[in-house]
DNA sequence: ATAATTAAGTCAATATGGCTGACCTAAATA
DNA sequence: TATTTAGGTCAGCCATATTGACTTAATTAT
């Protein structure tokens, strides 16, 4: 009775296991934040300014505008936190072809910071991944980007060519 | 040379690819409480309700104390949240045998929303592990799990006996 | 050439979810 | 009896997000 799902679905995982992924997702999530949040802690910044170094030290030169779309937040959210990284000369904001746009790229300082902070979690990453093959690695990867929403999914498209 | 990780190790991902994954777990995590988050607006919840509901009605009579260790965050912090769930009664409070504790549970309507809630996730990460095979599920597991602190590993046991 | 749209910025108010510090009560344990 | 533990509370602060309204300057469409 309780084998019937695996006579017609290869795998099946029941409520109890499926709630365990939820939780792994919940825990994993937060430990992987917080060694960076810890560095971003002493120069007064939070989860939202690593969040505009990454993307801007990923694709140099993106406008105000693409940035947003990235991080799905209010342009009044990203002003404060932008101008602060402006201002503290992690980010030099310079004027597109279109003379209505900014880009947006990363200083000396900002590269620094940057790769201070995804250093930790590139770390992390690799630290975990070598005691896996080669399909676990890839099948993690394809999971990972199921979960997304299509949305998601072509800025990740976007973002990596 | 570039290939020279490859007859170290068995699988290397260089920063590039590392990278991806660093945004894919950040889309996958927006994306994964995205669902949650827009039924818990209407009732002028947060995550902070949610995670709360979760952890109550995965360990019936949970302390106050186990519920803190659980979320890391300051009782001041979870004090708000809670006394909102148990004053519209999603969660009803009881005392212990030891008489200085308290023992939380759900209500039949804090079990209603818990159950909406995680019924979103559940078929998410159902619907997304369906088109991948036992061994890539696993794997996925136990990556996770690896992304964990050691703080976090023992929770996650404790939770699930 | 003018009108409409777009990119970006700003001001103000509000909500959520965290934090620290200080202090309190009641119950259990040493 | 003294100390520790579980829990609560008050006050203030900070970070991150939101909505709405409005502005400026540049580009594009009519």
Chains 1, 2 share one sequence.
């Not at 029941?14 to 992924?21: I, L, P, S």
């Not at 072809?97 to 790769?115: H, P, Q």
């Amino acid at each position: 009775m309780a084998d019937l799902n695996n006579l017609i679905s290869p795998f099946f995982l029941n409520d109890k296991e499926v709630r365990k992924v939820i939780e792994l997702i919940f825990f994993s999530y937060r430990d992987f934040t917080s060694g960076p949040d810890k560095i971003l802690e002493k120069l007064s910044f939070g989860r939202a300014h690593h969040r505009v170094i990454y993307f801007v030290g990923k694709k140099n030169n993106i406008t105000i505008k693409e940035l947003l779309s990235v991080l799905q937040i209010t342009k009044q959210s990203l002003s404060r936190v932008l101008n602060q990284l402006v201002k503290e000369k992690f980010i030099i904001v310079s004027t597109g072809v279109d003379k209505r746009t900014k880009k947006l790229s990363l200083t000396e300082k900002g590269k620094n910071l940057e790769s201070e902070l995804s250093t930790i979690q590139i770390k992390k990453i690799r630290g975990v991944i070598n005691k896996f093959n080669e399909d676990n690695i890839n099948g993690f990867k394809k999971i990972l980007y199921e979960m997304t929403e299509d949305n998601s999914k072509k800025i990740f498209q976007q973002i990596n060519d």
